[in-house]
């Protein structure tokens, strides 16, 4: 049976509209994620362009960002050692240099924000491993080099603790977030997927521990075939396979509402199918928590926890 293990944490939000919760509605989403089985929280990104999520002296030094009201980043340390989570903590997103194709100052600025992260916060219990946040689908630009270099920079400042990706597939629903429609004609082949992807694990094993693809962006009867090739080529570089399970859906021309259940199950045993044992999932507080801003959300927690109530019933 497919659990989902672990959830990112999207307090910067990019498209995803903001729920403005403080202390206490954190620590009750914390405990909903308990109820759910989850023990793993990864942090999205510590900041995205100018907004960030702690007072960085380095981002707001180098990137004019702004000096955000409360530290989240000290919040969920101390939230996941209440609740026994393990926090993966997310780096800076700049928005700009990487999509440019300057990947060596989207590293330098993250090495800087890496040093002065661990300085402040790396004597947490809960800090646990490290999230490399820029998301890629190709074997694009200097990517490889980015992933390689942050990667092998995150383990040797915090003394070996893990990395962290999560890329996703060109699939047909690859698709910008600022249109109404759901598919497009071209997506990649699973050859050119696999051809691709042998080359990036290649180069960045060693550096990466464990890679989560997403699995929402190729059509459900594609599905087990692209996540046996991640898996299989996971294995091959010795990298930790999981499944980002995403509990929004990408059909709809909305975007995005919490997925249908039946949606979301499809893809656990898909995943179970292909041999998977670890799930994450983006993201639990909007789209699969009782107090989301989405009833729908709720509704979703309550297929899941039952699922997960039969599962034990029948054992």
């Known amino acids: 049976m497919m659990k989902i293990k672990g959830t990112f944490l999207d307090e910067i939000s990019h498209d995803i509209p903001h729920q403005n919760w403080g202390l206490e509605e954190w620590d009750k989403d914390f405990g909903y994620m308990k109820e759910a089985g989850i023990d793993t929280v990864i942090l999205i990104r510590c900041g995205y362009r100018r907004w960030q999520t702690f007072p960085s002296q380095v981002l707001t030094s180098m990137e004019g960002c702004y000096t955000p009201p409360v530290d989240l980043v000290e919040m969920y340390?101390?939230?996941s050692e209440k609740w026994g989570m393990k926090f993966y903590f997310g780096l800076y997103d700049s928005g700009k240099y990487w999509d440019a194709g300057d990947y060596e100052k989207e590293a330098e600025?993250?090495?800087l924000v890496i040093d002065e992260v661990w300085e402040k916060y790396g004597h947490y219990k809960a800090f646990a491993g490290w999230y490399i946040s820029q998301e890629c689908s190709?074997?694009?630009?200097?990517i490889i080099d980015l992933y390689a270099g942050l990667g092998r920079y995150c383990k040797k400042v915090s003394g070996g603790l893990p990395t962290m990706i999560s890329p996703y597939?060109?699939?047909n629903k690859n698709i910008s977030q600022y249109t109404a429609v759901t598919s497009k004609g071209e997506s990649v082949t699973l050859a050119d997927h696999e051809q691709e992807w042998d080359q990036i694990f290649a180069g960045i094993q060693g550096a990466?521990?464990?890679v989560a693809f997403q699995d929402g962006h190729v059509e459900f009867d594609q599905l087990t075939e692209f996540l046996s090739v991640n898996k299989r080529l996971a294995d091959k570089y010795g990298l930790q396979c999981w499944t980002n399970s995403e509990t929004f859906d990408r059909d709809m021309p909305i975007k995005f509402l919490p997925i249908k259940w039946e949606k979301l199950l499809l893809k656990l045993q898909m995943a179970q199918k292909a041999g998977y044992?670890?799930?994450v999932t983006f993201e639990f507080s909007h789209f699969m928590s009782p107090q989301s801003a989405y009833l729908q959300a709720g509704h979703l927690?309550?297929?899941?926890t039952e699922y997960l109530r039969n599962y034990h019933k029948k054992d």
């Open 169 to 171: 597939i060109d699939g």
């Open 301 to 304: 927690f309550n297929r899941y």
């Open 138 to 142: 190709r074997k694009t630009g200097s």
């Open 208 to 210: 990466v521990d464990i």
């Open 277 to 279: 044992s670890n799930a």
């Open 77 to 79: 340390l101390k939230l």
């Open 109 to 111: 600025i993250n090495r």
